[in-house]
């Protein structure tokens, strides 16, 4: 076999998108065309396929904890040695903030751990398995991008697998300002970033600030402290950026926006649902002028709707999140010229229901730009995803989902703080984050939840042949040759008296196959295995 020796369009494309490409994508791609690719990935059924649809709901996790006597008033639990369906992924806010409320009185702290495992075992499953994988690629974005770290709040953590369900996944290919309103009222990130404790008294400047920073106009934005009782300026003269009293007016705009979770309303307590409502006792009723626009024109709810509205559409958070996404897809330097059709796209749409779809269609569709070489650094999750998909292994509910790349800041909502995890090569790079890596990789098929026969899918004519062997796999994994001294060790290695040549010719099936999975794992060592 002659193998290229660099990446062909269709494994470029297709790897700055996906969650890695696969022989059968690339054939895929060959035969549809990119743009017809890209238009049938930005039209996915609103939920799963029915194929994974159906590989999720057949799911089951071991889950076992000790039981707790009733005592003084606690009603205590029964104990649970049981495999048992990922049930918290379909239950709505209320139910799941039951866990976190009656936790070590009514509730084993294991149950409360469940919901987490649960939500980044079906990540996992989705990442690795979705036919759409584009948009397994945008709420992969939009996580990082409206992050929420799953250590900060008990009840935050708790209404994640709505959040990732029932906020994100469902606007990613939408409107912004939909998704930044389904985000504002979500109670993951109202709890987070603290706003469902705002008050008249004493309104949250925490989320004003990281919604103007961070969701919309981003930091560049930002103009300073700036001046009280700026000069309100006529309908759609909007300031550029946004300083520290635009910051305060709308945390008093914000104020209000807040959770059922047993605070005083307007005639009288509140429930414990953790669904979100305007309180007006909690509104201060003094916001002024925001980045030019009076708010005192607004009453109540309408306030902060003006805001959200107002950022939304401002031509600076076209810049700073279309910018993210082509860094996203592009790496470190991404295109100018993307950019620039993305803002286009972003601004013309910005009242239609698909403006995403609109923003990407043009930046993948419009230019030719998909195609160039350039270079992005899988980070360590996408490794393991890549390395699912072109091993072709198959992967079930992994329990340890939760924390198996937590001690790197990766995987789903595991970066603490909420600017998300940087997305710049220079955060992958160090001996440590390649070190885990690759030691991950080389025990991951050790796991119960990963399953596959890799050396039943090695063709019999290549087993004697360490050159084939190698050429073979390096082209399922990473699809054009190595570096020539990396293609030689790979052969020498193959070659080898414990080697997976020596090892497919004997008679000890699980000798063949440990052979070929240290072959793939030192494949997906190589630093071009390591790039998207």
């Not at 919309?216 to 950026?241: C, E, F, H, N, S």
Request: aromatic residues 10%; hydrophobic residues 40%.
């Amino acid at each position: 076999m002659a193998l290229p020796t660099a990446p062909t369009f269709e494994r470029i494309a297709l790897n700055r998108v996906t969650f890695g490409a696969r022989l059968s994508d690339v054939d895929r791609l060959k035969q549809m065309g990119w743009k017809a690719w890209v238009e049938n990935q930005l039209r996915p059924p609103p939920g799963d396929d029915p194929e994974l649809a159906s590989f999720l709901d057949s799911q089951m996790m071991f889950i076992k904890y000790n039981g707790l006597a009733p005592a003084k008033g606690i009603p205590g639990w029964p104990p649970v040695n049981q495999f048992r369906a990922m049930t918290y992924l379909k239950q709505d806010v209320a139910q799941l903030w039951e866990v976190p409320r009656k936790i070590e009185t009514a509730v084993a702290a294991d149950e409360y751990d469940r919901i987490g495992k649960e939500l980044n075992a079906a990540t996992w499953i989705r990442n690795s398995r979705s036919t759409y994988q584009l948009r397994e690629f945008m709420v992969d974005f939009w996580n990082n991008h409206f992050n929420i770290g799953r250590q900060a709040d008990f009840y935050a953590t708790a209404a994640l697998p709505v959040y990732d369900l029932g906020v994100i996944r469902p606007r990613a290919f939408g409107n912004f300002h939909d998704l930044l309103t389904a985000v504002a009222t979500s109670a993951s990130m109202l709890r987070y970033l603290d706003n469902a404790s705002s008050t008249a008294a004493h309104p949250n400047e925490n989320y004003a600030r990281e919604i103007l920073e961070l969701h919309t106009l981003g930091g560049p934005a930002y103009a300073g402290v700036g001046k009280p009782g700026a000069k309100a300026r006529k309908p759609g003269d909007i300031a550029p950026g946004f300083t520290d009293q635009d910051i305060i007016q709308a945390s008093r705009a914000l104020s209000g926006w807040t959770l059922e979770q047993g605070q005083t309303g307007p005639d009288g307590p509140l429930p414990f649902t953790g669904k979100f409502v305007f309180n007006p006792v909690q509104h201060n009723d003094t916001a002024g002028v925001f980045l030019g626009v009076d708010l005192a024109a607004f009453k109540g709810l309408d306030q902060g709707k003006a805001v959200l509205k107002i950022i939304a559409d401002h031509p600076a958070t076209a810049d700073f999140v279309c910018t993210k996404i082509a860094r996203r897809m592009y790496g470190d330097g991404p295109p100018s010229s993307v950019i620039a059709r993305g803002k286009r796209a972003w601004l013309a749409g910005r009242d239609q229901p698909d403006q995403i779809r609109r923003v990407l269609a043009a930046m993948l569709m419009d230019g030719d730009e998909i195609g160039r070489p350039g270079t992005k650094l899988r980070r360590p999750y996408e490794r393991v995803i890549a390395y699912v998909r072109t091993a072709d292994v198959l992967l079930s509910a992994f329990p340890k989902a939760d924390i198996a790349l937590a001690p790197l800041g990766d995987g789903i909502y595991a970066w603490p703080t909420p600017e998300g995890r940087p997305d710049v090569d220079s955060q992958w790079l160090s001996g440590m984050v390649n070190l885990y890596s690759w030691n991950f990789i080389t025990v991951l098929l050790e796991q119960d939840s990963f399953r596959t026969s890799l050396a039943a899918q090695t063709p019999e004519e290549l087993r004697a042949s360490p050159a084939g062997l190698v050429e073979h796999w390096v082209n399922r994994m990473v699809g054009y040759s190595l570096r020539p001294a990396a293609m030689d060790a790979l052969v020498a290695d193959a070659g080898a008296p414990t080697g997976a040549v020596a090892a497919l010719a004997g008679r000890d099936a699980q000798k063949a196959e440990a052979g070929m999975r240290r072959l793939s794992a030192l494949i997906a060592a190589a630093p071009e295995f390591g790039m998207r």
